[in-house]
């Protein structure tokens, strides 16, 4: 049982250029969640899927795009890398049962110069 | 979610009892406080949540005030892998459009 995990764990991109990072989890949960944390600050929710097939947009969602085609697999999508997207990406993943609570995954630490 | 309010810092002895307080003076009757910690560049850990009664597991107990405008995570025997920072949330456990709110939080260091 890994738990969540995410790839990569470290990116370096260029301005203007693409990637996708994965988050897979293996306790069969059908929430999961992006978040982006930022230095001295707390977690942002990027975007959010309640389900397979379903994705819905958190409080930071712009620039990015995510996909939920199946229920173990959440992909976040940077089309076009800026700058202001340099940050630390982290995934979670939980039941939608009581406490609710949110198992996250090791990050993934993107720069985009 | 309600708004929280944390010390941004602590220090603890290690092996002793680590204290931390969290201020949540709007709570809601029906939102419960969680702990959340995150250990340097990992993910974010639950620890433990509560509504009103104190609550004890392997990791910690809480204390929540008889008026739940405040609360206290107790770490008994501090280790210095319990150097982290410690987030204190509330929330209402109704479902749908749900996130975790972190603020800054409060950076506890164990001194060996």
């Known amino acids: 049982n890994a738990g969540v995990t995410q790839t990569p764990k470290f990116r370096v991109l260029k301005t203007g250029q693409s990637m996708t990072l994965l988050c897979a989890q293996d306790m069969n949960h059908e929430y999961m969640y992006w978040y982006r944390q930022d230095p001295g600050m707390g977690l942002r929710l990027i975007h959010y899927s309640v389900g397979e097939g379903t994705t819905a947009k958190g409080e930071v969602p712009d620039g990015y795009n995510v996909s939920r085609l199946k229920k173990q697999n959440f992909l976040l999508g940077l089309e076009s890398a800026a700058p202001s997207q340099t940050s630390v990406y982290f995934c979670?993943?939980?039941?939608?049962?009581?406490?609710?609570?949110?198992?996250f995954g090791p990050g993934t630490r993107l720069t985009v110069t | 979610d309600a708004k929280t309010t944390q010390p941004p810092s602590m220090d603890c002895a290690e092996g002793r009892a680590a204290n931390l307080p969290c201020n949540h003076s709007?709570?809601?009757?029906?939102?419960?406080v969680y702990w959340y910690r995150q250990i340097h560049s990992q993910g974010p850990q639950y620890i433990i949540h509560g509504l009103k009664n104190n609550e004890t597991n392997e990791m910690a107990s809480l204390i929540i005030t008889e008026d739940r405008k405040s609360s206290t995570l107790i770490l008994p025997h501090a280790t210095l892998r319990d150097t982290a920072v410690y987030y204190c949330i509330v929330r209402a456990p109704n479902f749908g459009n749900e996130k975790l709110t972190f603020g800054t939080g409060t950076r506890l260091t164990i001194i060996p």
């Open positions: 709007t709570i809601s009757g029906n939102e419960y």
């Open positions: 979670a993943s939980f039941e939608a049962s009581w406490p609710y609570e949110q198992y």
